[in-house]
C-alpha cells in the first residue's frame, strides 16, 4: 500500500480544513488507517484512527470531539476532518496503515508524504 496525504494549508483558529489520505493498492481496506501529526521540533503523535471496515474509531484526547475520522474504502481514501482548530495543531499530518488498532506509530507502516497545517492565532 502507497499513502499520500494532502489538504493542509493555513487557517485561522477557530476555522476547520478537511485533510484526505489516499491509497494505492487493492489491500487497503484490510487495514486499520491512522493519522498521526508532527508538531515543529517534537515527536510524531497519534491523532486519530479507524478499523478496516469503518466502524470503529478512537482519538488523541486532544483533539477528541473536533477531529472526525471517516473512510471511503470503494475510494481507497481516508478522511480527517478537524474542526475548532488551535495553533497548538500546527504540525505535519501523516497517514499510515497498521494491522492492528494502536495508537503506537511504530506499529504503523507505509507512510506517506505529509501535508503542512498552519493555524494561526
Known amino acids: 500500500v502507497q499513502l499520500q496525504a494532502y489538504g493542509g494549508g493555513l487557517v485561522q483558529a477557530g476555522g476547520s480544513l478537511g485533510l484526505s489520505c489516499a491509497a494505492s493498492g487493492r489491500t487497503f481496506s484490510r487495514y486499520t488507517t491512522g493519522w498521526f501529526r508532527q508538531p515543529p521540533g517534537k515527536e510524531r503523535e497519534f491523532v486519530a484512527g479507524?478499523?478496516?471496515?469503518?466502524?470503529?474509531?478512537y482519538y488523541a484526547d486532544s483533539v477528541k470531539g473536533r477531529f472526525t475520522i471517516s473512510r471511503d474504502n470503494a475510494k481507497n481514501t481516508v478522511y480527517l476532518h478537524m474542526n475548532s482548530l488551535k495553533p497548538e495543531d500546527t504540525a505535519v499530518y501523516y497517514c499510515?496503515?497498521?494491522?492492528?488498532?494502536?495508537?503506537?506509530?511504530?506499529?504503523?507502516?507505509?507512510w506517506g508524504q505529509g501535508t503542512l497545517v498552519t493555524v494561526s492565532s
Open positions: 499510515a496503515v497498521s494491522k492492528i488498532i494502536t495508537h503506537t506509530p511504530a506499529l504503523y507502516e507505509s
Open positions: 479507524i478499523n478496516w471496515g469503518g466502524s470503529g474509531t
